[in-house]
């Protein structure tokens, strides 16, 4: 093969936890009799909630393909590239096993929201029934350098006031804010969807709409924008970047004689799947890789009417759901193919590629 799938999985394969039926077929298309898959693929989610294996064992379970970890990349994944944090003792945000990501990913010092509520007990007092009875804080004695972002949280108050202390207070919360500490210590944020599809009729709110939250709130106290260092997750460049190194180390493993030339991104959001696909002139120019993208209409993007003959046809939002940070242009909103959903996907590539398995 000289071309690779890059698959979305909310919205794609599942809804919430519900298997979507296709998938399954999809993927008895993607494998040979001994379980080997005939292109390489790569599984692209927006989550970061677990460790890549445990994501791997449950593509396996849900799609009857032995899936590694090596196939898998959370919205995280890129953070491994971030040695120049690996040491400092970094505050971690979200949900799951968030201490047992960050050291996967190289952190030798992650400390959690609950861990820092712990230590300064009279910053979070939004919930009355969670204040401290005693007015006694055992404050850190170290600086808290970077901030990370994997996720939404799920208490927002909490997350939201710590985070913002840590901030202005350029990583020493319980201390007064100084303001004037501008830029502000470093933010390194993964997963910008402002929503995601589950099994409820309406997409529900994702980390994107928390980020939302905490950069309204960092700039009305201080006039001005919160900074990220990194924007991680679709549809940042980086994560393409590394998602395309994951491809062509597959095909190398295989011993493909083939070079890639053509990824296939199957989503299901305009604004994530589809959007920014520009990464690809920033490639190496040994790979010389074009992307291309094919929309289903099992997620977010659920069109009540039949599927567009002509794809051409503009389908740009009104309103802009991509992170505040990436320019709106309604050509990056354009996909390539529409498909009714990802069996339909895999049908397609495969008859532009000719490629019968």
Wanted: hydrophobic residues 40%; glycine residues 6%; proline residues 7%.
């Amino acid at each position: 093969p000289s071309f690779g799938f890059l698959f979305d999985i909310d919205g794609v394969l599942v809804r919430g936890k519900t298997p979507i039926p296709a998938a399954k077929t999809a993927f008895q298309k993607l494998v040979n009799s001994q379980g080997q898959f005939v292109v390489p693929v790569v599984f692209v989610t927006n989550a970061g909630n677990c460790l890549r294996q445990e994501k791997a064992d449950q593509l396996s379970q849900l799609l009857g393909v032995p899936i590694s970890q090596d196939q898998v990349m959370m919205s995280h994944s890129p953070l491994r590239m971030f040695k120049r944090y690996h040491d400092k003792c970094v505050l971690v945000s979200g949900q799951g096993p968030l201490l047992d990501i960050a050291q996967d990913l190289g952190f030798c010092q992650p400390i959690t929201i609950e861990t820092l509520r712990e230590k300064h007990p009279l910053l979070d007092v939004v919930d009355h029934d969670r204040r401290p009875n005693v007015l006694v804080s055992v404050y850190l004695c170290f600086q808290v350098l970077p901030v990370v972002l994997f996720g939404e949280p799920v208490r927002w108050e909490t997350n939201l006031q710590l985070i913002i202390d840590v901030l202005l207070t350029s990583g020493y919360p319980g201390n007064p804010y100084h303001r004037e500490n501008y830029p502000h210590i470093p933010v390194l944020a993964c997963n910008m969807d402002l929503m995601w599809v589950a099994e409820a009729q309406s997409p529900r709110f994702g980390h994107g709409t928390f980020m939302v939250c905490l950069e309204n709130i960092y700039k009305k106290i201080t006039g001005k924008d919160l900074k990220y260092e990194a924007l991680m997750g679709k549809p940042s460049k980086v994560t393409y970047q590394y998602a395309e190194y994951l491809i062509r180390a597959q095909a190398a493993e295989r011993q493909w004689q083939h070079p890639i030339h053509t990824l296939y991104a199957i989503g299901d959001n305009l604004m994530t799947d589809v959007y920014d696909n520009s990464w690809e002139n920033e490639l190496a120019s040994a790979a010389a890789a074009h992307c291309r993208s094919v929309l289903v209409c099992t997620g977010v993007y659920n069109p009540h009417t039949e599927v567009p003959l002509d794809t051409s046809a503009s389908i740009a939002e009104t309103v802009f759901h991509g992170h505040r940070d990436f320019r709106f242009e309604p050509g990056l909103v354009e996909p390539d193919h529409i498909v009714p959903d990802v069996d339909a996907a895999v049908d397609l590539v495969f008859q532009l590629e000719n490629f019968a398995p």
